[in-house]
């Protein structure tokens, strides 16, 4: 089984924190067992430090990429 990821451990992206405002965070690990199906997509959970456990769809390489999709 191959899994892909859009982002790798080390990589800098931009999340939404708790209060939901944009936040510059750096990959620390990919939790590949949080890996399940819905609709046809795959989850991968990346820990964004200092925010914390995020989905993949949720995380992105640039400011305005985040600021886009809200």
């Known amino acids: 089984m191959t899994i892909e990821t859009k982002y790798n451990i080390g ?15 750096k990959i620390l690990s990919i939790s590949t ?10 989850y991968i959970s990346y820990y964004v430090h200092p925010v914390g456990s995020k989905k993949e769809y949720e995380v992105f ?6 600021l886009k999709s809200l």
Do not use: R
């Open 11 to 25: 990589n800098d992206v931009w999340t939404l924190d708790i209060f939901g405002k944009p936040q510059k965070g």
């Open 33 to 42: 067992f949080n890996i399940y199906k819905y609709k046809d997509q795959d």
């Open 61 to 66: 390489s640039t400011k305005e990429e985040l």
